[in-house]
């Protein structure tokens, strides 16, 4: 939450659900093309990760499609969110 998700408006994107295992859970961040965005792990066991927008550099990413994976060792699945200006 939120997606779409505004870059200038929104503070983060927020994972969170029955996927989201405190301490146990890496979320995955890619373009469509497949370029692995940023890496994201649970480090303050809570069932709720944050995703400010950036990349792994510190770079805002650019408005678009971005797809998601959501491990953990009880679940996997596959998302996709949508970044607005």
Do not use: C, H, Q
Request: glycine share 10%; no cysteine.
């Amino acid at each position: 939450r939120p997606n779409p998700f505004s870059l200038s408006r929104d503070g983060e994107v927020i994972f969170f659900g029955t996927s989201v295992f405190p301490g146990e859970t890496v979320i995955r961040i890619y373009t469509l093309s497949g370029a692995l965005v940023r890496t994201l792990e649970e480090d303050r066991l809570t069932d709720e990760i944050p995703w400010d927008g950036r990349t792994s550099s510190g770079r805002k990413v650019v408005p678009g499609i971005y797809l998601y994976t959501v491990e953990s060792p009880r679940r996997a699945e596959p998302g996709r969110m949508v970044i607005l200006k």
